[in-house]
T-cell receptor, first 111, second 112 residues
Framework: EDQVTQSPEALRLQEGESSSLNCSYTVSGLRGLFWYRQDPGKGPEFLFTLYSAGEEKEKERLKATLTKKESFLHITAPKPEDSATYLCAVQASGGSYIPTFGRGTSLIVHP | NAGVTQTPKFQVLKTGQSMTLQCAQDMNHEYMSWYRQDPGMGLRLIHYSVGAGITDQGEVPNGYNVSRSTTEDFPLRLLSAAPSQTSVYFC???????????FGPGTRLLVL
């Protein structure tokens, strides 16, 4: 059974204080690992897809990395507008269209 | 482009009532799906469709029906609502072969 565990559940940062969110996963063959951002009362917004260990992707202050067991979402010098819940999901290889989502990390960045 | 739209935004039902949650997309995406999001749990896939006339079950399909008569629309039907179906429902779409999935704004459903 595919599993995704995100940590921490909640994270409070001061503006400019860099940190990382963790997504640990077990999957029978990884087709892709996805990061989403979700603002309160809204649908998730796609951020990144990572396919293989060693891959990295960046978008503004966010950088996602991938190993064979986990992914990190690094947030550099965060701003209050980065406050959101960040979701991680994996999709197994083999043709299944059913992704497995983690519970998310709620990030609050204080000015 | 409006992207993915969902109606209604909020709905209160009594146990046993039926209703249809509407989802539409104007991006000509073949792949559409329905998720539910509950506190303390990750998003869970209910049903999905890879094109008009083709649907399949996700992780939690019981109590829900779907059909896909057009590329644009993918309604979710609750046959006989139960309190366990109280949740926030999200519709999503993407192009087949692409990983970027676009989510709608959600429908908050309360079943009393």
């Amino acid at each position: 059974e595919d599993q995704v565990t995100q940590s921490p559940e909640a994270l409070r940062l001061q503006e400019g204080e860099s940190s990382s969110l963790n997504c640990s996963y077990t999957v029978s063959g990884l087709r892709g690992l996805f990061w989403y951002r979700q603002d309160p009362g809204k649908g998730p917004e796609f951020l990144f897809t990572l396919y293989s260990a060693g891959e990295e992707k960046e978008k503004e202050r966010l950088k996602a990395t991938l190993t064979k067991k986990e992914s990190f979402l690094h947030i550099t010098a965060p701003k209050p507008e980065d406050s959101a819940t960040y979701l991680c999901a994996v999709q197994a290889s083999g043709g299944s269209y059913i992704p497995t989502f983690g519970r998310g990390t709620s990030l609050i960045v204080h000015p | 482009n409006a992207g993915v739209t969902q109606t209604p935004k909020f709905q209160v039902l009594k146990t046993g009532q039926s209703m249809t949650l509407q989802c539409a997309q104007d991006m000509n995406h073949e792949y559409m799906s329905w998720y539910r999001q509950d506190p303390g749990m990750g998003l869970r896939l209910i049903h999905y469709s890879v094109g008009a006339g083709i649907t399949d079950q996700g992780e939690v399909p019981n109590g829900y029906n779907v059909s896909r008569s057009t590329t644009e629309d993918f309604p979710l039907r609750l046959l006989s609502a139960a309190p366990s179906q109280t949740s926030v429902y999200f519709c999503a779409s993407r192009e087949v072969g692409q990983e970027t999935q676009y989510f709608g704004p959600g429908t908050r459903l309360l079943v009393l």
